[in-house]
Nanobody, 115 residues
Framework: QVQLVESGGGLVQPGGSLRLSCAASGRTFSSSSMGWYRQAPGKERELVASISSGGSAYYADSQKGRFTISRDNDKNTVALQMNSLKAEDTAVYYC?????????WGKGTLVTVSS
């Protein structure tokens, strides 16, 4: 059974940092794109950042310069380093792996940015 399991969410003060991790199991995703999405209360799910199988990263405009996505194909993981967090970054963050006819999502991890 394929699973994507996110971890690392929590409560952080504005200006703080968090590192999210996503561990994939059940199959390898070395040939797939992987990424992070988020969904804030009352809003649609949106792409935060993605990384291709070759390591090329894409960031949504609001995350450029603050977030860094990385992946470890040997460990079948993808991570999101989030710095300079703002209240508007509060959301449930989801891991996704897709490509070549597959599309998998994790169940999400909650990030709350508040003082």
């Amino acid at each position: 059974q394929v699973q994507l399991v996110e971890s690392g969410g929590g409560l952080v003060q504005p200006g703080g940092s968090l590192r999210l991790s996503c561990a994939a199991s059940g199959r390898t995703f070395s040939s797939s794109s992987m990424g992070w999405y988020r969904q804030a209360p009352g809003k649609e799910r949106e792409l935060v950042a993605s990384i291709s199988s070759g390591g090329s990263a894409y960031y949504a405009d609001s995350q450029k310069g603050r977030f860094t996505i990385s992946r470890d194909n040997d460990k079948n993981t993808v991570a999101l380093q989030m710095n300079s967090l703002k209240a508007e970054d509060t959301a449930v963050y989801y891991c996704r792996a897709w490509g070549y006819g597959v599309d998998y999502w994790g169940k999400g991890t909650l990030v709350t940015v508040s003082s």
